[in-house]
């Protein structure tokens, strides 16, 4: 199924929950998980529900974290 | 000095901290240089940003990795953010990724002079401190405004001394003045120092802090431009609580007139 992320399509397995995305991408990126933030169609998903929370198709996430400015 | 200063605390949203200078962390050639030039300045609150987690550039450095969440303390900002709702909505992901209430609101009106949208900001400001966030606000150096966000519940009003990223100084001394005399609540100067002279003024002023970025990473050497603004700002903030002596129109001889030859 496809999800918008940060404003680019994905293809994901269905039945992929947020933890499972999150988990991914830090793996790829050697990035610490947690330290990001979740939005799902402009709610936020607190950490303590990623892990129940089963992604559909066609949801915009946005992954985000902190980075220097002013 | 340092019995001095930590018997002068700076207290914000019920927390005390021992420095008044507060330094953001953009605009550095590197995290690395970054880490450097905050400890150099003696702070311990940093401005941080919030954005994208870059997917593509796996190379790219991660800020949290030089300048620790566990040596400073993060202050989220609302740095490019023109609306309250968009403020208030990067503010909540802050809390989220974060886990703090302390936050720093800016709510910009235009690109060219990155001037608060005083509506907007009243409005994030108090929806803000609804969902319980404890907010340091950019404003305008207006008087009225500066009221408005202490009565909605500010912990710090946040006056531009000029444009950000200007280096122009403090341009409304006068508008600052009347700000720091009617607030009950910390006032710091949020962007417009160049150079350490107007740190120095800021808190001469009776500014309880200073917030400063580009005079800083834009300086040829930060780090000691860093050490120079830490300087300044006990200097200031030393000949504001010692009270200056009285302007005068003539000369006023220093060495006694009696027994002279």
Not at chain 1, 56 to 68: M, R, T
Not at chain 2, 92 to 108: C, F, P, S, Y
Not at chain 2, 161 to 190: C, H, Q, T
Not at chain 2, 239 to 253: F, I, T, V, W
Request: hydrophobic share 45%.
């Amino acid at each position: 199924m496809k999800i918008t992320l940060n404003g680019e399509p994905l293809e994901i397995a269905a039945g992929t929950t947020v933890a499972m995305l999150v988990e991914r991408l830090s793996a790829e990126t050697g990035r610490d998980p947690r330290g990001i933030a979740v939005e799902r169609n402009r709610e936020i998903v607190p950490k303590s529900e990623h892990a129940l929370t089963a992604l559909a198709e066609g949801d915009q996430i946005e992954l985000v974290q902190f980075v220097g400015g002013g | 000095m340092s019995e001095k200063q930590s018997s002068d605390p700076l207290i914000i949203a019920g927390k005390a901290y021992t420095s008044r200078l507060i330094v953001g962390t953009g605009k550095y050639a590197s995290y690395a240089q970054n880490a450097e030039a905050a400890r150099a300045a003696g702070a311990e609150i940093v401005t941080v940003a919030l954005r994208r987690v870059n997917l593509s550039d796996k190379s790219q450095e991660v800020l949290s990795d030089f300048v620790t969440p566990t040596e400073f303390t993060y202050l989220p900002n609302t740095a490019g953010c023109y609306t309250a709702d968009e403020s208030v909505r990067t503010l909540r992901l802050a809390r989220e990724a974060g886990g703090w209430n302390l936050v720093k609101l800016e709510v910009l009106a235009d690109q060219k002079t990155l001037y608060p949208n005083m509506p907007e900001t009243l409005k994030a400001a108090q929806a803000l401190i609804k969902d319980g966030f404890e907010v340091m606000v950019y404003c305008s150096d207006d008087p009225v405004y500066a009221r408005l966000l202490e009565e909605a519940g500010c912990c710090a009003i946040m006056p531009l001394g000029s444009l950000i990223g200007s280096g122009l100084g403090i341009m409304n001394p006068v508008n600052i003045r009347l700000i720091v005399e009617a607030a009950r609540v910390p006032v710091i100067v949020d962007a417009g120092v160049g150079t350490a002279s107007d740190a120095a003024i800021a808190m001469e002023l009776g500014c309880d802090g200073v917030l400063m970025n580009t005079a800083i990473a834009a300086a040829k050497d930060p780090v000691r431009m860093a050490r120079a603004m830490k300087h300044a700002v006990i200097a200031g903030r030393e000949a504001y609580l010692a009270g200056r002596m009285p302007k005068k129109r003539y000369a006023d001889p220093s060495s006694p007139l009696a027994g002279l030859i």
